[in-house]
């Protein structure tokens, strides 16, 4: 098992997985709660010069993840210094307090919240242009480290991580909910939540990870990289991507705080299985073939297809998906219609087929996708080890060694 330990700007965490600003931190005990399940760090609710008033409903379910209206802590100031943040610090969680939402709530709290017990200050801004004002607002007060939270909902999000780290950040928390987005109750008529709100949770993986790999090859700061994580492989692939530690949200707040004691179980596997002592090993190191697929890869001749008849199902999800009709069965395809698009063997619940360019290394031992539940399966498959036994054409017999399961559904 791999030692989860994580050194983020100075702080000691035990693993690099952080409740991100949330439902989940909206007072003391809550952030106690997850801490004793197995955070390595919690970032309060945001806290800002008034309370707020939610609007009710505020929270609903959308796609797979959360749609949401929520506003900042609806706690007053006074009660964050005065009580929550000292007795989360007392029970011995590592608390970064989120602060914002204008230049003025930093210069009215940042100091104070640090001498309540707060590790880091992450300021955060509905305003994305104030953002850098807000930490070198802070950066002149506390002598924390100050994190910037940036969203991808602007033009440039590399852009305003280099203004904030320019000013003084110490690390950029990347991304927040996208949005503005809209649901409706087809009853009713009338939007979910009354009006738009902020997306979080699996949809918004995709762009998480792609925030965090441009401010990674950009800048080469500390990260912390926040939205859509759900399982471990979701936690390695923000690692991949650059993050130093992982933001996670919407898993704990749809399954329950105890899925942080899952994901460290299954992260501290997960690592040991591809081969890394620690997650700073792990972070940034699918960056270079992010560089070389930017520079354009092989042609389609110099890709094959690999079939494992031990793990296959016949589930049927890799013919049924092919937009071309090229795949006859997993066994066989049209030559002359395949693009390669690889549709296929994305889609195949237990890793039996994969698409594998010529020359490359087979992926180590482990380095499979977990065990997983497919939305194109009948059922849940299982993987098991064993050479394929037919090859011809581009199909080629491969050892493929899926990993075990981890637990894990939606999280931010």
Known sequence: MTDLATNLCGLKLRTPLVLASGPLSFDGDALVRAHRAGAGAVVTKTIGVHAAVNPVPHIARSSGGLLNAERWSDLPPERWIEREIPRARKAGAVVI???????????????????????????????????????????????????????????????????????????????????????????????????????????????????????????????????????????????????NAVGVCTAPLLR?????????????????????????????????????????????????????????????????VCPYGARRNPEEIVE????????????????ALLLREEGRPRPREGGSAMRRTSPYARGPCVGGDGPARRSGGIIEGNDTRPGKEGDGHAVQ
């Open 256 to 320: 329950g705080v105890s899925v942080f004691g899952d994901l460290v179980r299954d992260l501290s596997a997960r690592l040991f299985s591809l081969g890394f002592e620690s997650p700073g090993e792990a972070t940034g190191a699918g960056l270079s073939e992010l560089v070389r697929a930017s520079n354009g890869t092989k042609a389609r001749e110099g890709w094959r297809f690999a079939w494992s008849r031990e793990t296959c199902t016949d589930c049927g999800a890799c013919v049924r």
């Open 97 to 243: 307090a989120s602060v914002g939402l204008t230049r003025e709530d930093v210069r009215a709290l940042a100091a104070a919240l640090a001498e309540a017990g707060a590790s880091a200050l992450e300021v955060v801004s509905y305003d994305g242009p104030a953002v850098p004002g807000m930490v070198e607002e802070a950066t002149s007060r506390v002598s924390i480290p100050v994190f910037a939270k940036v969203s991808a909902n602007g033009p440039d999000v590399v852009e305003m991580a280099r203004a904030c780290l320019a000013n003084g950040a110490s690390a950029i928390t990347a991304i927040d909910s996208v949005g503005p987005a809209l649901r409706f109750d087809l009853a009713s008529r009338r939007p979910r939540l009354g009006g738009y709100g902020w997306l979080s949770g699996r949809p918004i993986l995709p762009v998480a990870l792609r925030v965090v790999a441009d401010i990674a090859r950009e800048t080469g700061c500390p990260i912390v990289g926040t939205g859509g994580v759900e399982t471990a492989d979701d936690a390695v692939e923000m690692l991949y991507a650059g993050a």
């Open 336 to 351: 002359p219609d395949c693009r390669g698009c690889g549709l296929c063997s994305s889609s195949c619940p237990t890793g």
